[in-house]
């Protein structure tokens, strides 16, 4: 179920409103987890059990962690320097073990389900190369669960704030599977905290009207973003990459461009539909976009799309490897035989260089992925090189920032276009393409046309994309454009509902000459 369907905007998300509602305060986060419970069944059927699977280890791991802490963590009476180290030393491993075997447990199902026919594939053709009579292994009919990319990262995060102290181990099973499970976030986020969500979540909040209109005004700003941008710039967009070789010019151009904004259109959409919908529950969801577009280096770009993804990198990947006792030993090596500057690098490279392999990883199971994830490291690598660290460079003169904001733009762009392409070799033909018989001609002679777009859905992408840059400008400048609306009369909030709900009634892509689409991160 689809969170742009009406079957989700007008059956089930208001009969969990309701229920939700007319239930005493005690028992809404029951509610909530049997809506959850039945979100996932209807997405995912059995495959049920894995998330089931997966909050029971992270449930079991947290009192194990909490018992280590109650028995090695209180010093004894009389304890000396030598025992207390002892003690932490022991406390410290037994942590690590237990740490080790929740995360075996997530990530091996995870990288069971999603990778084991990639690492056999690309294991075959090793077979191949080298020992020609060997018998090769064999392919499995796996179906991933939905939303497993996502709620893999937050079981592993609780075990570890857990076993940092940060966040209490929790007594009931039933509040993490909730965590997990949660219906808006479950398919594509964001990555959620559970110290962050857990109050909230079994809190049973009453639907407010004020926390009713704010909901309601973000649910329809991201079926707008969904409905009627991203799924009508994906008709020219399927169009073109199905022409794979074939494709020639500026068509490719206008195709990958495209791309990017249906990309960001589909993913923010879909993040303020979930952010909306947990807001009329009382629960406000972590931010995924910092108005992307307005970035000036890839590596600010990165900071800005995505953004718990990124934190979760950061936090559980690229500081605890490039802060670790292998990376200092390393680092001091390379201070010695090449100086302190390049020496202290090593480090931030070796981490760079994995978090962004397994930020490809993460996205897909192709060689492809591991090409987009050294795309963007090589790329970050270079800005931090030459930059200050990657952050805002150079003048501060409006053309400067523009000049540097469409450079960005563009280099994200041919890593969508990666990302986007059935396979590197059709990414480096179709790249090759581009620069092959270009022409704007396309843009007046009707060929846009013969791509799927009409000038009606030429003229509404057109809106979207000033609206959608409007607000953005806005909020960098320190305004939200929704509490513009909130915080007004009456008429002029009802002007922008009614104006919202028409503009994807009448706008949105879908009738006879449009296929419905799923949310594009959905499938990662």
């Known amino acids: 179920m689809s969170y742009s369907s009406p079957y989700y905007l007008f059956l089930f998300l208001p009969l969990v409103l ?115 009579s060997a018998q090769k292994m064999s392919l499995r009919k796996l179906i991933i669960p939905m939303g497993i990319s996502f709620y893999t990262l937050e079981a592993v995060a609780y075990v570890t704030e857990v076993a940092r102290g940060k966040t209490a181990p929790e007594h009931n099973y039933f509040h993490l599977l909730l965590f997990l499970s949660f219906f808006p976030t479950v398919t594509e986020g964001p990555i959620c905290s559970y110290a962050d969500m857990h109050e909230s979540l079994t809190a049973g909040a009453p639907i407010t009207f004020e926390r009713f209109r704010r909901g309601t005004l973000r649910l329809l700003w991201g079926c707008f973003m969904k409905i009627t941008i991203a799924d009508r710039a994906g008709m020219l967009v399927d169009n073109v990459f199905k022409q794979g070789d074939s494709a020639y010019g500026a068509s490719i151009l206008l195709a990958v461009l495209l791309y990017t904004l249906q990309l960001y259109a589909d993913f923010a959409g879909c993040i303020d539909i979930a952010a909306g919908s947990a807001e009329l529950f009382g629960i406000a969801l972590p931010e995924n976009f910092r108005q992307p577009f307005a970035a000036e280096t890839v590596n600010d770009f990165w900071r800005r799309w995505h953004i718990t993804l990124g934190a979760w990198f950061r936090d559980y990947v690229y500081y605890p490897l490039s802060l670790s006792r292998p990376m200092r030993r390393i680092s001091d090596f390379c201070t010695r035989h090449f100086g302190m500057q390049r020496g202290a690098m090593v480090p931030t490279i070796i981490a760079l260089l994995v978090t962004w392999l397994g930020t490809g990883l993460w996205h897909g199971a192709s060689m492809k992925y591991v090409a987009y994830g050294l795309y963007y490291f090589l790329i970050i690598l270079i800005e931090i090189l030459v930059t200050d660290n990657g952050r805002k460079p150079g003048s501060s003169a409006p053309g400067a920032v523009w000049w540097r904001r469409a450079r960005t733009f563009l280099l994200v762009s041919i890593g969508m276009m990666m990302f986007r392409a059935d396979s590197m070799h059709s990414f480096i033909t179709m790249l090759g393409h581009m620069f092959q018989g270009f022409s704007l001609k396309i843009l007046t002679d009707g060929t846009i046309r013969t791509l799927g777009l009409t000038r009606k859905d030429v003229a509404i992408l057109i809106f979207g994309i000033i609206l959608i840059s409007w607000i953005g400008h806005e909020r960098l400048k320190g305004k939200e454009p929704a509490d513009m609306v909130l915080q007004g009369s009456i008429p002029m909030a009802w002007t922008v509902y009614l104006c919202l709900i028409a503009l994807v009634l009448i706008a949105g892509a879908y009738g006879p000459n449009y296929s419905p689409s799923d949310f594009l991160y959905a499938a990662y």
Do not use: C, M
Not at 26 to 50: M, N, P, Q, T
């Open 18 to 132: 309701l229920i939700y509602q007319l239930l005493p305060s005690r028992f809404r986060w029951l509610a909530l987890l049997a809506a959850s419970l039945s979100f996932y069944a209807l997405g995912s059927g059995k495959l049920i059990v894995f998330i089931i699977i997966s909050t029971l280890s992270i449930y079991i791991a947290g009192l194990f962690l909490e018992r280590i802490q109650r028995r090695h963590g209180s010093a004894a009476p009389n304890e000396d320097r030598a025992a207390r180290k002892l003690r932490r030393a022991k406390e410290k491993h037994l942590q690590h073990i237990v740490i080790l075997i929740a995360v075996l447990v997530n990530f091996g199902l995870l990288a069971f389900l999603k990778y084991y026919n990639f690492f056999v594939s690309e294991d075959n053709l090793l077979i191949s190369a080298f020992l020609h």
